[in-house]
């Protein structure tokens, strides 16, 4: 049996009857359910109509690889429609400047996705590098409807290359007319597969870049008159707080430290005062402080650890020594050396970097797996010219931007093409 029909046969109604079940059990389904119940007489995604949207796709988190083609599509005034399948991001999504509309993907029926396009008649259909459904993509290429998979990644370990999830996702996603890679590995591994793949990069380098390029205001007095560097350790964690501790100690004379705990409770932050003062480093906290002259800032505001990049000259990302390691694209976007622990595996851009020279012997990501790693790589790291090493960093990081202009070209190219 070849896919389409074992999927409308077997596999979507089992799926869904899955996703009904599991939704008793978790909340975070059982809201997906609830958002997709239909309101009086009339389906979830029926909104009015607005005006041939470029559709959007976003499973969930996934919309931070679309905010610069959003922001793009606003300046040419263009309407917007996203679709999600986890409510988990709806919030940002529909907070987001540049969104006009926001639905849940309807699910996966092909009869649901004709009534889909036809009520909402979008110019194009973008998606933000996963989650492409098998009704969606066929849908979509049957009524013409231009569709592009953007800044996707694909390894060969992935679930998705081998076995039955190879099978099913070669029958999806030869149905769309572009696939859109971050690496060369990935183009590789799609093409293994038997797929057209094209590498175009990675859109979250455009957001960051525009993120920085308009920083939020932060307390700027805090970092005043004092020609020590600073460094700041982003989204924190016990595990990484513990390391952080035994470094700042030793450059306590040399270096600010900033710690921007993940979460920034009063309890975790009293926490960390205590650790700290058991250490011998005094502390004091970002919103209260009327100067910061001496010891560790703990930053208990949430929003800011961006711009705060941007006081720095050394960065480093939580949780590399806890479990995984968070995004290291805004220290490095703000130009500062970066420092991961040994748990990055887990991030693209740690590893690509981890082995690209910024100056000497330094690499444009620091992965260290103790205090004393950690500082050894930083004595080495101070002794380096400042602005020879910012401008390394920033040079990679640009050459990784432009992702997002190319999909705002593909747009137009298939707009012309269809009308």
């Known amino acids: 049996m070849s896919f389409y029909p074992a999927y409308r046969s077997i596999l979507g109604p089992a799926s869904r009857a899955l996703f009904r079940v599991a939704g008793l059990f978790d909340t975070k389904i059982a809201r997906g359910l609830e958002m997709r119940r239909p309101r009086e007489g009339r389906p979830a995604w029926k909104i009015e109509p607005l005006g041939r949207p ?13 905010k610069p083609i959003v922001t793009r599509l606003k300046a040419k005034n263009v309407p917007v429609l996203v679709t999600y399948f986890s409510p ?7 907070k987001f400047p540049g969104v006009t509309g926001v639905v849940p993907l309807p699910w996966d029926i092909a009869s649901e996705m004709e009534a889909f396009i036809d009520h909402h008649r979008p110019r194009v259909l973008l998606v933000a590098r996963t989650d492409v459904w098998p009704e969606m993509a066929r849908v979509a290429r049957e009524k013409s409807l231009p569709s592009l998979l953007f800044s996707a990644t694909l390894t060969a370990s992935s679930g998705r290359a081998r076995g039955l999830g190879r099978w099913m996702a070669r029958a999806v996603l030869s149905q769309l007319d572009s696939i859109w890679c971050v690496s060369d590995d990935d183009q590789k591994v799609f093409e293994a597969m038997g797929l057209k793949a094209e590498v175009k990069g990675d859109s979250r380098f455009d957001q960051v870049k525009a993120r920085l390029a308009a920083p939020k205001p ?17 989204s924190t964690w016990n595990e990484d707080e513990t390391v952080l501790i035994e470094v700042a100690k030793r450059f306590e004379k040399e270096i600010r430290f900033v710690f921007v705990p993940h979460e920034p409770t009063d309890a975790h932050l009293q926490e960390l005062e205590k650790r700290l003062g058991d250490g011998g480093l005094s502390s004091v906290r970002y919103s209260s402080a009327t100067s910061w002259t001496e010891g560790v800032l703990l930053v208990d505001r949430v929003g800011l650890l961006a711009e705060l ?7 480093f990302v939580g949780g590399s020594f806890r479990k995984t390691v968070h995004s290291v694209m805004e220290p490095l976007g703000a130009g500062a050396l970066t420092f991961v622990g040994p748990l990055h595996l887990n991030n693209r851009e740690a590893l690509e970097l981890k082995t690209i020279t910024s100056i000497g012997e330094l690499k444009c990501v620091e992965a260290v797996s103790s205090a004393a790693e950690m500082t050894e790589r930083l004595r080495l790291a101070l002794a380096a010219d400042p602005e020879r090493l910012k401008a390394k960093i920033h040079d990679e990081v640009e050459a990784r931007t432009g992702a997002s202009d190319h999909v705002i070209e593909w747009i137009i190219r298939s707009c012309e093409r269809v009308n």
């Open 218 to 234: 932060v307390r700027d007095e805090l970092f005043a008159d004092d020609p020590r560097p600073i460094f700041i350790a982003g």
């Open 54 to 66: 470029v559709w959007i796709h976003c499973a969930s988190g996934e919309f931070e690889y679309a």
């Open 309 to 315: 990049y941007l006081k720095g000259r050394f960065g």
């Open 88 to 94: 988990t991001y709806v919030d940002v999504i529909t």
